[in-house]
């Protein structure tokens, strides 16, 4: 099966039936993508599948199949980074972190709409995640400040 | 007291046990600063803070000090990163072994270039002398082997003025990794050759194994190898989508016995106040002269049992190997950890030589989470693995369901007010579980792991203890009240029968108390007519303490001007002392009660002596905060007689981010006092404002937890 994920052609031999999260993890060495629950409720495991955020602990593979994927790992770099990554190290928006990945897709598709959202669509978007460490309120502050950097241009 | 002297005292604990200042600090790679620390992080930024201190008694620039990796074989042991007391121990440790270090550079510089020492300047490392311009680095002065001996008595550490580094935010060293998307978890480390272990288990703990199919279950999972232990059940296969399978149709195939074992959910009063329990004296004060009280108030305040919930499920690696054991944890104490192991390896594998536990992060923990457990089973999944390592991970059910919890916590409070409404007599009575129930304190023949009670010869799962109030107590933790009261009695009961698993979670009962004494007041002054600022105020001399509150409605524009009140609007403010010797916190909130209540904002104002990162304390009490909102308004662990039913985040909400407060932050910084925790303070105070603000828009006292509209609503009919 072929994917393009992060830009790159990927072909793997996984089971079409496997759930995409443990594939991009143990056999596409993507381990930005992190495992929560299993169950589709906590948005750790976010992607963009199409631009769209979604979660892969309760997707199968072949679901991806054609799609263009974007993980943590494609976002951006130290050199090059996205707005979401600066706007959460200016914020220092984490406390353990574990959460930030699948949120920081979900931020990268907020920001990259045509139109700036506004701050209760942006809550409203980040609710397919949870934070248990309370840093919600930093979180909605750096994508907030990220969608800024990017539409006042 | 002197700061330094404090210090001395604060880091006698961690330099007795590793004495030595080659065990915190190696000099061998050029141009970098290696800091051994045993203190671990789990999201709480206390690897950049320690960094912090160290960088600048050596006077060297932060980027240079790298954490080493923490593990048993080579870290300081410096017991559990827990209770806010990392700073202080593990802080003024690195304090002083690292100006011990530039002392000792200093004096060997002097010697080689025949210059005074107050003739010579530290700049990022380099010691330099203006007059003669010599000049060298420590890595030039070749420290190494003078690094074997123990802290200088004659080492000074900065004062607080000369700081250059400390007081200063720096940004978190972990945070990049994990928004570029990096491996930085344990739940991603990946050895070569590694099997995938999952654990049946079932959520009750004293269930029994009854019968397992065990032929069927291997016919159709061939390549997967069958653990079974007594109770104990797991697997190990190649793929983790197969291990997940196979451990689901492991489940299946298994019956199990289910006594009826735990306590009624629908009247834990009843249960917490009738269980067999250990009453225990924590703090008396006799009014010599007492004054007779006019007014009289009673309360009780339920808090249920909570979970940990960590967003990460908790994982561990395990390898035997011919020369002993490795395992890689998450675990708050690795050398507690590895103690525990080894006193099943005397029992049952006396020929397995050593064992090393390797520290690394997990996400975020808040107590006493399945890290330690899950370690446990690595351990006895690795040993049918034929010399490969095991990855073992929790499913979200067993870590909700499985792990141990926050134990429910029952306080009854009665006061007497004398004729100028004052506090004359107080008394505070708290029945709970112990909170802990850590590896590497329970009695011999003993062990907490889960699996330890499951497998066919089992450890005696022990009932949690109390920590000793010199390291903050347990459910007597923050019980004696912060106020001057002239007369007040304290007494806990711990339940000498654990139904439900409890340990240690984030301020252990310091939340639960916090929120009843400081609801309490509130039901005081409004008993009496006083304003609950002011009456607060009346029973606190400690101006640290007053500071803190008057502090938290200056930067709270909107505990004064109600012009934005919309109905339903209600104010609310809490304070305590953490532990009653750490950290000074304030809390204010505004909420607006609807059909749900919505905090909208949260003032905190705390006072932690000398900041040593001031935006890791300002991130460390809004989290905490937020997380107080989550306790206090959502979270309840449920179960049925048979069993715990809260098994995914469907039976377990948490606060959401459309449901997040805005949330402003006040340090006052006292450059001259000791630096105290702030991981823990903002938490309990949260739980009481917003118990109070409650109380200001609805006229409603909720005494038991969570604030939900179904609660609320049995409140309003019921009174």
């Not at chain 1, 929560?36 to 948005?43: A, D, I, N, S, T």
């Not at chain 2, 909170?435 to 329970?442: D, L, M, N, W």
Request: glycine residues 8%; proline residues 6%; negative net charge.
């Amino acid at each position: 099966m072929e994917i393009t994920i992060n830009g790159v052609v990927r072909s793997c031999d996984a089971p079409a039936n496997s759930v995409a999260v443990y594939v991009l993890r143990n056999d596409l060495g993507l381990a930005g993508v992190r495992l929560g629950c299993g169950e589709g409720h906590c948005g750790a495991c976010t992607v963009l599948v199409d631009g769209l955020p979604t979660t892969t602990c309760d997707l199968p593979l072949e679901a991806l199949q054609g799609r263009t994927v974007r993980t943590p790992e494609g976002v951006g770099s130290r050199q090059q980074p996205h707005a979401v990554q600066t706007a959460f190290l200016q914020e220092q928006a984490g406390q353990c972190g574990f959460c930030l990945s699948g949120i920081m897709m979900t931020a990268v598709a907020l920001v990259e709409r045509e139109q700036a959202p506004a701050e209760s669509e942006v809550r409203a978007a980040l609710d397919r995640h949870l934070c248990r460490c309370g840093t919600q309120h930093r979180i909605i502050k750096a994508v907030m400040r990220a969608i800024d950097a990017v539409h006042s241009k | 007291m002197s700061d330094i002297k404090l210090a001395r005292g604060f880091a006698k604990g961690s330099l007795d046990k590793n004495p030595l200042l080659s065990q915190w600090v190696d000099l061998d790679t050029p141009g970098t600063v290696v800091l051994r620390v045993g203190k671990v992080e789990f999201g709480q930024g206390i690897a950049t803070a320690l960094a912090q201190i160290a960088a600048d008694e050596l006077d060297v620039d932060l980027a240079r000090v790298r954490p080493a990796a923490i593990n048993t074989a080579a870290s300081p042991d410096e017991g559990v990163t827990s209770g806010s007391f990392s700073i202080e121990h593990s802080g003024s440790a690195v304090r002083l072994v690292c100006a011990t270090v530039r002392e000792l550079a200093l004096t060997e510089f002097c010697r080689r270039h025949q210059v005074a020492a107050e003739a010579v300047e530290i700049r990022d490392g380099t010691l330099h002398c203006a007059a003669t311009d010599a000049r060298a680095s420590y890595w030039e002065l070749a420290l190494g082997p003078r690094l074997a001996q123990g802290v200088s008595p004659s080492a000074e550490p900065k004062s607080a003025a000369r700081y250059r580094i400390v007081g200063r935010s720096a940004p978190r060293r972990d945070l990049e990794d994990k928004l570029f998307g990096r491996p930085s978890f344990i739940q991603d480390l990946m050895l070569e050759n590694m099997l995938h272990g999952r654990v049946v288990r079932v959520p009750n703990r004293f269930a029994t194994l009854r019968e397992l199919d065990a032929e069927s279950f291997q016919r159709r999972f061939p390549e997967v190898i069958l653990v079974r232990d007594g109770s104990f059940l797991g697997v190990l296969a190649g793929r983790e989508e197969r291990a997940i399978a196979a451990a689901q149709a492991l489940a299946e195939a298994a019956s199990w016995d289910l006594p009826a074992a735990l306590p009624d959910s629908g009247d834990l009063p009843a249960f917490l106040a009738g269980a067999s329990s250990q009453p225990q004296e924590v703090g008396r004060r006799v009014d010599p002269a007492p004054r007779p009280g006019v007014r009289q108030l009673a309360a009780r305040y339920l808090r249920p049992y909570i979970a940990h919930a960590s967003i990460g499920p908790s994982c561990a690696l395990a390898q035997w190997r011919d020369d002993g054991l490795e395992v890689w944890s998450h675990s708050q104490g690795i050398y507690n950890l590895r103690a525990d192991i080894e006193v099943y390896l005397r029992r049952d594998h006396p020929g397995c030589a050593s064992v090393v536990v390797h520290h690394v992060e997990g996400a975020g923990c808040y107590g006493h989470n399945p890290a330690d457990d899950v370690a446990f089973d690595a351990v006895l999944l690795a040993r049918f693995a034929g010399g490969r390592p095991v990855r073992v991970l929790w499913s979200r059910a067993d870590e909700l369901s499985c792990g141990p919890s926050g134990s429910a916590h029952l306080v009854a409070l009665e006061a007497q007010l004398d004729a100028q409404g004052k506090v004359a007599t107080w008394s505070h009575t708290v029945w709970a579980n112990g909170y802990t129930c850590r590896p590497g304190r329970a009695a011999p023949g003993n062990l907490s792991f889960v699996a330890a009670a499951q497998i066919a010869q089992p450890f005696v799962a022990p009932v949690s203890l109390d920590p000793p109030a010199s390291a903050g107590g347990g459910s007597d933790r923050n019980a004696i009240p912060d106020y001057d009261f002239p007369d007040f009695e304290v007494v806990t009961n711990r339940l000498l029968e654990m139904p439900i698993r409890t340990s240690a979670i984030r301020t252990l009962g310091g939340y639960a108390n916090v929120w009843a004494i400081e609801c309490f007041m509130d039901e005081l002054a409004h008993a009496s007519g006083q304003d609950p600022v002011a009456f607060r105020l009346a029973h606190l001399a400690d101006p640290r303490a007053r500071a803190v509150i008057e502090k938290a409605i200056e930067i709270a524009p909107w505990w004064h001007d109600r012009g934005g009140d919309t109905e339903g609007t209600g104010r609310g403010l809490a304070f305590a002392r953490y532990k009653n010797t750490g950290a000074w916190c304030a809390v204010a909130v505004r909420i607006v009660a609807g059909v749900s209540i919505r905090v909208l904002d949260i003032a905190i104002a705390a006072d932690v002596g000398l900041v040593i990162n001031p935006d890791g304390v300002a991130n460390q009490l809004e989290g905490g905060a937020i997380q107080s909102c989550s306790w206090t308004l959502k979270e309840e662990l449920r179960f049925t007689r048979q069993e715990i039913t809260t098994r995914s985040w469907e039976d377990y909400p948490i606060l959401s981010f459309s449901e997040a407060p805005v949330v402003t932050v006040a340090v006052i910084d006292r450059p001259e006092q000791p630096t105290l925790g702030a991981g823990e303070a903002s938490q309990g105070p949260t739980a009481a404002a917003i118990g109070n603000a409650v109380f200001d828009a609805l006229g409603i006292r909720i005494r038991q937890l969570p604030i939900t509209p179904e609660r609320i609503l049995a409140t309003v009919s019921s009174e």
